[in-house]
């Protein structure tokens, strides 16, 4: 049996995997938009946002600074934010210096009080053996002291030990909805930690693996229906002291109008941006009846 931490209320924060696409001007945001912020923007419709550029690049303190900023109009609302891909897909590219330049990255949100998580991201081909143990570990040790979830995607993870090492460090593990290949780790509802995670990636099973660009395997639009299984999932990790879920589908936007559909299925209050309501009509309007 996994351990749980009870908490005395569960929060769950649902919102999209970044903000800045230029596919979103006219779909989501205003086909105007000159002296329009669209962090700001999004703050006012969701309590999340994961923070995407971290993965390609360190970001610089004054970029944390700014983020944080932009969000003080929502007390609710909590960043997560991917870790530098040299740590999780580039084995043995990074040292002390990049470490302490990430912390000091993490500290500022930190600071700032809108740092919910920090995702380890490893990719498709990380699978579970005795350096990969050993790799995460020391990820573990260089990020103690922030709050930390890991997503792995290889079914050779789905085993109790990998668990147990979660639990032991205190790191969440990451539910993931992706498309369902022979090795695809599988949909689930597990908390290894006080924190829980859920990201949903679409079913794009065509563009999966072969596209030209990496929005193509992002090009997909849940039903409401495919939907139903996860919000009964997210209820059930009610022993989690806060739960995000990320909605990284982004291409047209297509992550925004799910995550407010999700919060809606969740009993959440919810209001839908305009020009949102204007491309997906029909499916908005399920949203506020």
């Known amino acids: 049996m996994l351990k749980t931490v009870e908490a005395e209320s569960s929060v769950i924060r649902v919102g999209p995997a970044g903000w800045s696409y230029d596919d979103w001007k006219g779909t ?35 970029h944390a600074k700014s983020w944080s900023r932009r969000v003080v109009a929502n007390r609710n609302f909590r960043f997560t934010t991917k870790l530098f891909r040299g740590f999780t897909h580039e084995k043995n590219t990074t040292g002390v210096d990049d470490v302490s330049q990430f912390r000091a990255y993490l500290d500022v949100l930190q600071d700032a009080g809108v ?27 260089d990020f103690a002291g922030y709050p930390k979830a890991i997503e792995v995607r290889h079914a050779s993870f789905e085993r109790e030990d990998f668990r147990e090492l ?18 695809s780790i599988a949909p689930s509802e597990v908390l290894t930690s006080a924190l829980g995670y859920v990201r949903f990636h679409g079913r794009n099973y065509e563009k999966w693996f072969t596209h030209d660009e990496s929005w193509e395997r992002y090009n997909y639009l849940y039903s409401r229906r495919e939907l139903e299984p996860w919000v009964e999932r997210i209820k059930s990790m009610n022993a989690a002291a806060e739960t995000y879920v990320i909605t990284n589908n982004h291409f ?13 299925m969740l009993g959440q209050r919810v209001e839908i941006p305009e020009q949102l309501e204007a491309t997906y009509h029909d499916r908005a ?5």
């Open 166 to 183: 979660l639990e032991a460090n205190e790191v969440g593990f990451v539910n993931i909805d992706q498309p369902q290949f022979d090795a």
């Open 28 to 62: 989501v945001y205003p086909k105007e938009s000159r002296k329009f912020d669209p962090l700001e923007f999004l703050a006012h419709y969701f309590d999340t946002i994961e923070i995407n550029s971290p993965f390609y690049r360190i970001p610089p303190v004054a």
């Open 252 to 264: 047209r936007g297509q992550a925004v109008l799910n995550g407010l559909e999700l919060k809606k």
């Open 285 to 289: 309007r399920q949203i506020v009846i």
């Open 115 to 141: 740092l919910g998580a920090l995702l380890i991201q490893f990719p498709w081909s990380f699978k579970w053996d005795e350096p990969s143990r050993i790799w995460m570990n020391k990820l573990f040790v």
